[in-house]
């Protein structure tokens, strides 16, 4: 399934929503990622993929500098 995402830099909301299954989104600046289903959600840092934000179906909020 898909996860509703929030994410925020600099004082700014940069997304928000339910993206696409298998979409990517980039940003480049410090941000914040609020996820209601962060299994759904992979995360590549700086080239490094990191693998799942967390837990399927358990939300979560992690910032990523």
Do not use: H, Q
């Not at 990622?33 to 992690?62: C, F, Q």
Request: aromatic share 4%; with cysteine.
């Amino acid at each position: 399934g898909g996860s509703g995402l929030r994410v925020t830099g600099g004082g700014e909301r940069l997304c928000g929503g339910t993206p696409e299954g298998g979409s990517a989104l980039t940003f480049d600046r410090p941000v914040e990622v609020r996820s209601g289903n962060p299994g759904a959600v992979r995360v590549i840092l700086g080239g490094k993929d990191l693998g799942p934000m967390g837990e399927p179906g358990i939300p979560v909020t992690r910032r990523y500098p």
